[in-house]
């Protein structure tokens, strides 16, 4: 009896054990699946919050790039006018300025995006003075080019705030916000038009 006792004993122990390591055995194998989907859905999640950052990276450089070639073309407007008059000295030196502003973010882009408008108008009303200007060839060239440039930043200004807006859209979620805080992004500001950059220039030539 004892030894049966002994032996039913250690069996139970025995099953016991077994029962245990299988439990830790599974326990540590859905631990594991666990952590390998948190990983597979985290770099699944940063992969699309870095295309979605790439592209608006991307929409960005086509907005400073048509905001830049219009300010190169400022300057040319500029010496026609200086060719044919010494005066509105203090404008032309404003002007002159412009080209020179370092752009390192959307609200510099914006900013010179304004002035660059404003003293263009300003620099048109100049012109309409003096008609040999107003109906020189190489005015009509540039207010084309210049015309041409304001609608192509009219255009790429409204996909950069789609991409805006579906980046800040998609990184405001969780987990996608811890994911995108690790990796160093954040919010991006909007491409903010002023009412008057919105209105198209009415010259006619």
């Keep these: ?7 039913n004993t250690l069996y139970t ?3 016991n054990n077994t029962f245990n390591l299988s439990a830790n055995i599974i326990v540590k194998i859905i631990i594991t699946v666990v952590l390998i989907a948190v990983l597979v859905i985290s770099v699944a999640k940063y992969n699309k919050i870095l295309a ?10 086509q907005v400073k790039s048509n905001v830049e070639k ?3 073309l400022v300057p040319r407007l500029l010496k026609l006018i200086q060719s044919h008059t010494k005066s509105e000295s203090k404008l032309l030196r404003n002007i002159a300025k412009l080209r020179t502003k370092k752009s390192k973010n959307i609200q510099d882009i914006s900013q010179l995006n304004k002035a660059l408008k404003l003293s263009t108008l300003q620099l048109y009303a100049i012109i309409e003075k003096y008609p040999i200007l107003n109906s020189s060839q190489e005015y009509k060239n540039l207010f084309q080019q210049i015309q041409e440039l304001d609608n192509r930043t009219n255009i790429v200004r409204m996909q950069y705030n789609a991409a805006v807006k579906e980046f800040n859209s998609l990184i405001e979620l969780f987990p996608d916000n811890y994911i995108a805080s690790f990796a160093g992004m954040s919010q991006r500001k909007y491409f903010q038009a002023d009412k008057d950059e919105l209105q198209a220039l009415q010259l006619h030539i």
């Design 70 to 72: 219009k300010a190169d």
């Design 13 to 15: 122990e025995s099953q």
């Design 52 to 61: 979605y950052n790439t592209a608006l990276n991307n929409a960005y450089l």
């Design 1 to 7: 009896m004892s030894t049966n006792k002994v032996n």
